[in-house]
């Protein structure tokens, strides 16, 4: 094994290790944190509503669509509603709340993001670049998580058929 770190106490047949599922797990958590925060962005400017009370409704709207777009594919595999969400629980939790982070953080620092409204270009072009930062950032931290048996990892032991 090249490159292996004796520091990173990583085994090597871990529960999907490796890029892919973390990248498809951040994926997965972007979808629902993108559907969340252009409804929330949406809403809440076309409500008029105050920048707080809108990246605040975006964040909500992100971890309902994050936690519903995860208990979809878990309820499939026939597991119960409450099993369902304590499994989205555990594994997006962490990850949209890194997203969410990442993501409002560049809207706000962005100067005149949250201000220009959902008609113009400047504020798509800035949702857009920072949901892209924040999937970067996520997706470390999911293939640290998956690698580690939490997460996304327990997502996983319900797609097995």
Not at 12 to 19: T, V
Not at 137 to 160: D, F, L, Q, S, T
Request: with cysteine.
């Amino acid at each position: 094994m090249s490159g292996h770190h004796p520091g990173l106490a990583e085994p090597p047949h871990s529960a999907g290790g490796g890029w892919g599922p973390a990248v498809s797990a951040t994926l997965h958590c972007l979808t629902g944190c993108a559907i969340g925060e252009v409804l929330g962005m949406v809403i809440g400017t076309a409500a008029g509503f105050h920048n707080a009370a809108t990246v605040a409704l975006s964040i909500v709207l992100a971890f309902v669509f994050g936690y519903a777009l995860t208990m979809r594919g878990v309820l499939r595999a026939g597991v119960g509603l409450r099993r369902a969400l304590r499994v989205a629980l555990a594994a997006d939790t962490v990850s949209i709340a890194v997203m969410e982070l990442v993501d409002n953080l560049i809207m706000v620092v962005i100067p005149g993001a949250m201000a220009a409204g959902i008609t113009s270009l400047l504020f798509w072009g800035s949702l857009a670049f920072s949901l892209g930062i924040a999937f970067v950032v996520a997706v470390p931290v999911n293939k640290w998580m998956i690698g580690r048996g939490i997460g996304h990892a327990v997502v996983h032991e319900y797609h097995h058929h």
